[in-house]
């Protein structure tokens, strides 16, 4: 897909200068579609934080893992929230490539996101996108397309990678709505940004500058705080741990050697019958 110019597009609601997290996001992957604006944040994110890039792609990755164990579990229909803009190994990828019947609703409020997802879904049948806030639980499940695509009697895999830490308030509050949606069986995907122990002067200002210039600033949480997400779920191993340590393949443990922990939390949970 190539780069969007940066100019209005058309796109309603779309601020060209004004940083998106999704395509900062987009930016720090390597992906092309994210304006002036965004790449600028990322080289000075890069410059705070050289690892930056290192750290969106290891929160890929668990992505593309997570995925796979839930579909070697049997979910086969995902509602991927804050899925952002597409980028090389999609959900819908993953999934299609180990089963071509499974079917996958990708939730974004920005404008962008959810344009170029259309574009890129465009033709297929058991993809969408909704253009919602992953706050509004009631929108998302009530969307004709989350309704053609997503059957509730049928277990189903919650995803929030990457996207809680754009949440100020009661981020449980939202899986919470979710788990009273979906069956025993489902499972519950969170990755989440925590401050990194030793943060430089440099990154703080980023993320202070970023904070100020955005509508979606970030908020960190602990790991304690993580594991209370998933409360009503039952975590499954390893539990919360740092994305890259959350099974990981043997080749993401030797790029990762030397290198340091990521400093993003990654758990997923199953949601047990009813005692």
């Known amino acids: 897909m190539s780069r969007p110019s940066d100019s209005a597009l058309g796109v309603t609601g779309m601020n060209p200068d004004q940083p998106s997290a999704a395509r900062v996001y987009d930016a720090l992957l390597g992906g092309s579609a994210n304006f002036e604006v965004d790449r600028l944040l990322a080289q000075r994110m890069l410059l705070a934080e050289p690892q930056a890039a290192r750290f969106a792609q290891a929160n890929r990755g668990f992505l593309r893992r997570a995925v796979g164990a839930l579909l070697d579990e049997g979910v086969d ?11 090389v190994g999609n959900v819908h990828e993953v999934v299609h490539d180990a089963d071509p019947q499974g079917r996958i609703v990708y939730v974004d409020v920005d404008p962008v996101a959810v344009a170029y997802g259309r574009q ?14 992953i706050r509004d639980v009631d929108a998302i499940l009530s969307d004709p397309a989350t309704g053609r695509l997503i059957d509730f009697d049928r277990p189903v895999g919650i995803l929030a990678v990457a996207v809680l830490h754009f949440i100020a308030e009661d981020p449980a509050g939202i899986l919470d709505r979710f788990r009273a949606a979906v069956v025993a069986g489902s499972r519950l995907v969170v990755s989440h940004l925590t401050t990194p122990a030793q943060m430089s002067r440099e990154v703080v200002g980023v993320v202070q500058r970023y904070n100020t210039s955005t509508t979606t600033p970030l908020t960190f949480r602990s790991r304690d705080q993580v594991v209370d997400l ?3 779920w039952e975590l499954v191993p390893p539990g919360v741990v740092s994305v890259d340590q959350w099974r990981p393949e043997p080749t993401d443990v030797e790029e990762s050697a030397d290198l340091g922990p990521v400093p993003i939390w990654a758990g997923l949970g199953r949601l047990s019958p009813p005692v």
């Open 77 to 87: 229909q995902f509602v991927d929230l804050g899925s952002g803009l597409p980028t």
């Open 230 to 232: 998933f409360t009503g």
């Open 120 to 133: 890129l879904l465009a033709g297929e049948e058991r993809a969408t996108v909704v253009q919602a806030d």
